[in-house]
């Protein structure tokens, strides 16, 4: 009888051998904590199709984000939801919009020891729902949304703000909101880009979240989810228009496009583990049909493994305090 030489499962016997051997592992910096914060109402509410996610209340998301940061949390990502929406979105630049508020707060309890991070789109702002100003055809007009992008990311940037973010998968919005930073005196506020975000149905959730009122879709500017060499040309554009860290969006279903994007690109890589994701998970779990913290912690080490370098998910804080812990 030939007995195997080789061995793989030497290196597999005990926890300790598998940490030792082990290729990635989860660390709290590596991650960021997406939060929400509503005007206008006085006690926390929970989000139905987020469960154990909440609408912060000013004070209460500043409680949040110093628990995120006491955690080791690398940054987080603040989502703000006006009371009122208007037709241009307007309240995503007011200097007293919800998310300047929010951003200066959260400045002034966290300072410098993690990364707060604005959401430069203006759908949480509109009344239609849609990222950008309407133009006569019904369609988001993408070069006035840049005008209105690059006034959301001085003010956030005003409040405090230590990166900024756009998602709204405008054409040249990278290169807008570059040109507008630096002519105000903002060069040292690097931006995030959302480079190859996808028209998803895994946004659900988030949609309910900041109480979007969008009927009809996102598929003329965010991408088809059957494309990975559209994204690799995203990417390449909002590099070139000067992001400092771009990002591939869902994450979990689109590994691949991650793995491209991290062979292809030598700025630092983030992926945002959406919340159809992290509620796909919960309900699962909540049903008995998924261990609920074995799934959460494989679904992020499979995006790190892919090559993300940054996850920015829902579970941020409660991994970082087990990784603690
Ligand atoms: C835009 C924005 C969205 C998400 C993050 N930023 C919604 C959208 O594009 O429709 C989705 C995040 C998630 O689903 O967790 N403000």
Known sequence: ???????????????????????????????????????????????????????????SLRKAAATAVQAGVGGVMLFGIPEAKHPDGRGAWDERGIAQLAIADVVAEVGDAAVVIGDINLDEYTDHGHVGLLGADGDVDNDATLRAYTRTALAQAEAGAHLVAPSGMMDGQVAAIRAGLDGAGHERVPILAYAAKYDSAFYGPFRTAVESSLVGGRSTHQQDPANLREALREVRLDVEEGADLVMVKPAGLYLDVVRRVADTVDVPVAAYQVSGEYAAIEAAARQGMLHRERAIEESLTAIRRAGARIVITYWATEVAQRLHG
């Open 1 to 59: 009888m030939n007995f195997p030489v080789v061995r793989p499962r030497r290196l597999r016997r005990t926890a300790a051998l598998r940490r030792l051997v082990a290729e990635n592992r989860l660390h709290p910096s590596d991650l960021v904590q997406p939060l929400f914060v509503r005007e206008g109402i006085t006690e926390p509410r929970p989000i139905p199709a987020m469960p154990g996610q909440l609408q912060h209340t000013r004070e």
